[in-house]
Nanobody, 126 residues
Framework: QVQLVESGGGLVQPGGSLRLSCSASGFSLDYRAIAWFRQAPGKEREGVCCISSVRGDTYYADSVKGRFTISMDNAKKTVYLQMNNLKFEDTAVYYC???????????????????WGVGTQVIVSS
């Protein structure tokens, strides 16, 4: 059974950092792509970033470039999202999703991703 579990969310002040984890079970991360999405209250779910295990390709939303970094540890079956210099507008529930490893500019389409975790809350507040 494919399962993704996010962790690492919490309350952080603006300018602070958090590292989210997405742990996979029931499947290998070999030959997969993993994405992070987020959804703020009253807004649509939006793509944050994604990574492919095949060539290590990564994509980032413009709003997080230079602040967020996605990485993958295949041995631990875990994908990380390092978030630095957090802003109020980063407040959201963060989800990870998995699908085939061939990613392109369509990665932000939620329907492209087959399996999702239940999310972890990130609140940026002073």
């Amino acid at each position: 059974q494919v399962q993704l579990v996010e962790s690492g969310g919490g309350l952080v002040q603006p300018g602070g950092s958090l590292r989210l984890s997405c742990s996979a079970s029931g499947f290998s991360l070999d030959y997969r792509a993993i994405a992070w999405f987020r959804q703020a209250p009253g807004k649509e779910r939006e793509g944050v970033c994604c990574i492919s295990s095949v060539r290590g390709d990564t994509y980032y939303a413009d709003s997080v470039k230079g602040r967020f970094t996605i990485s993958m540890d295949n041995a631990k079956k875990t994908v990380y999202l390092q978030m630095n210099n957090l802003k109020f507008e980063d407040t959201a529930v963060y989800y990870c999703a998995v699908d085939s490893p061939l990613i392109d500019e369509s990665w932000t389409d939620t329907e492209r991703w087959g399996s999702w975790g239940v999310g972890t809350q990130v609140i940026v507040s002073s």
